[in-house]
């Protein structure tokens, strides 16, 4: 098996959250914690015609899932003091050597997606590990399995690239982060080419602390 990776669909995706959830029981996350989190993105102007009359323009709305993006070049194993995290050869999958982790959050910092942080419960960084312990059972991971609208799936990055194309990013999501991201994603129609801008809803429930 090749390189693993995500593909979300925002056009279809209706920020149910059930992903989140799933992935917060599978993990047993504290309140507060979470692997993987969906940004709701939006925009709405308005103008106003010669009668006075406001009419909206420039509309959008949609949902992003993401979580760690398993990097091919992984930022938050290059900046590790501790050599805790590693990527493994047979997937390419990211994961993290509890009994190695210093909890130092240089991970953290690191990673341009907000994907890793530092644990207040256990004292160490955590992140998505790809639900490596199911696909050694030969199941899905558990975001995967748990979305309503089958819009979050997962393959070997370059099957997933040859079906739904090479876009590895979409706002608010970062582009062009070097990090070499192994996620797919296929945008809403309401915004294709990402040329309307908008803002998170939803910022503040998502964000993520280096200490949670």
């Known amino acids: 098996m090749g390189q693993l990776g995500f593909h979300h669909n925002a056009d279809i995706c209706i920020g149910c959250k059930a992903c989140v959830i799933a992935c917060k029981d599978k993990n047993d996350l504290p309140l507060g914690e979470k692997f993987r989190r969906v940004y709701d993105y939006a925009n709405c102007d308005w103008t106003v015609d010669e009668t006075g009359a406001c009419e909206p323009s420039n509309f959008f709305a949609y949902s992003v899932s993401i979580a760690c993006n398993h990097c091919a070049a992984p930022a938050c194993r290059d900046a590790c003091p501790a ?3 590693h990527k493994r050869e047979e997937d390419g999958i990211v994961w993290r050597d ?4 210093i ?4 991970c ?3 990673c341009p997606y907000g994907a890793s942080y530092v644990s207040e419960a256990t004292g160490t960084a955590r992140k998505c590990d790809f639900c490596m312990d199911l696909l050694e059972q030969g199941e899905r991971p558990y975001c995967v399995a748990a ?3 089958r819009c979050l799936d997962y393959g070997d990055i370059d099957e997933l690239r040859a ?3 090479d876009r590895a990013s979409i706002a608010p999501i970062p582009d062009d982060t070097a ?3 192994c996620v797919v994603f296929t945008p809403s ?4 080419d990402g040329a309307l801008e908008g803002i998170v809803l939803n910022a503040e429930q998502e964000l993520i602390s280096e200490t949670v």
Do not use: E, L, Q
């Open 83 to 85: 050599g805790a995290i």
């Open 98 to 101: 509890d009994s190695v982790c």
């Open 103 to 106: 909890g130092c959050g240089s």
């Open 108 to 110: 953290a910092a690191a």
């Open 147 to 149: 979305c309503s609208m």
């Open 163 to 165: 079906t739904y194309g």
């Open 179 to 181: 990090t070499g991201p």
């Open 189 to 192: 129609r309401m915004n294709p």
